[in-house]
């Protein structure tokens, strides 16, 4: 019987002439809703918990120093009560500069927009002309080294005698604020661009449009969308910044008339609003870089 069995199992382990193989895919067992819920709520709650905690624990102690009498901040109950009107209304529009915060942050961040976009347009340009020339870097890099170390504000005055307007003014000051980092990281990525690039497209004769399209911006994004990740933050540093002294809408000239009438809870909610705006204003240039890159970074 046991002979048999073992001639029985090695016919049946022997391929028969003619016979076709069935390819069958591999499902890995299905894990339960309740598990897969229970995994996600673990990873939500491990980045948002550590924040959470951090603010709960910064309002309380807030709460706690500010609440004496004779304190000459407010609490955050206080400023929750004072600025009421202007945390749950951002829309309303009374003509002048009393708006709400969307229209305070909306004319900020326009103004925004068109400095850092010609920051970006011509800082990138200027940072592949520095590194693909020795002469340009040794040219340009040390005009470039001294006036990024100009303080925002110092800019300003020049640039109203030059235009005669504020708004022009604004926009100069965001161009000359954040344009720096953008040649500088943009400059180095050219530089770091391996030599072997460089020969493969002299064999096959790029041009230079085709050297620049093919491997130059490719080579240099982590680099570049490092430099506008930095630039951007100036850039909303420096409107904050200007827009207190050239007056009209914007969050900054808010502030500074939030100071001039004593309305302190106001100015703690508007710098609230400018660090998230800040703060997404960052993460967008990332993910916009972190798309375009593939998920490289520089390093």
């Known amino acids: 019987m046991q002979a048999k069995a073992t001639a029985v199992s090695v016919a049946a382990s022997v391929p028969v002439p003619g016979a076709t193989a069935e390819i069958v895919a591999f499902r890995p067992p299905a894990r339960p809703a309740v598990e897969r819920l229970r995994e996600f709520a673990a990873h939500a709650a491990g980045i948002l918990l550590p ?12 709460q706690l120093l500010c609440s004496e009498a004779g304190s000459r901040l ?17 829309f309303y529009d009374n003509g002048g500069i009393d708006k709400g915060a969307f229209w305070q942050i909306s ?10 976009s010609f ?3 011509i800082g990138i340009a200027l940072g592949v002309l520095v590194g693909q020339s020795t002469w340009a870097m040794r040219g340009l890099d040390p005009i470039f080294q001294i006036l990024r170390t100009i303080p925002p504000l110092a800019w300003l005055p020049l640039s109203l005698a030059g235009f005669r307007e504020s708004n022009p003014s ?20 050219v530089r770091n661009i391996p030599q072997d690039y460089r020969n493969v497209a002299a064999v096959i004769r790029l041009s230079w449009w085709e050297v620049f399209w093919k491997i130059t911006l490719p080579a240099t994004v982590p680099y570049i969308f490092t430099g506008l990740r930095i630039g951007i933050g100036l850039s909303w540093l420096a409107i904050v ?8 809408v914007g ?6 008339d939030a100071w001039n009438s004593s309305r302190i809870s106001d100015i703690i909610v508007a710098l609230v609003y400018i660090g998230i705006v800040g703060f997404l204003l960052d993460k967008l240039i990332a993910t916009v870089g972190h798309f375009v890159s593939h998920g490289v970074s520089a390093q």
């Open 170 to 189: 604004a926009l100069f000051v965001i161009f000359i604020t954040s344009i720096w980092p953008i040649i500088i990281n943009t400059s180095v990525g």
């Open 241 to 248: 910044a200007a827009e207190m002294l050239i007056g009209g």
């Open 74 to 90: 407010p609490p955050p109950t206080k400023v929750v009560s004072d600025a009421w009107d202007f945390i749950v209304d951002p």
């Open 251 to 256: 969050i900054g000239f808010f502030i500074w």
């Open 119 to 121: 920051a970006a347009v």
């Open 51 to 62: 924040p959470l905690i951090v603010i709960a624990v910064t309002l309380i102690v807030w």
């Open 107 to 116: 004319k900020s961040l326009g103004r925004v927009a068109i400095g850092f």
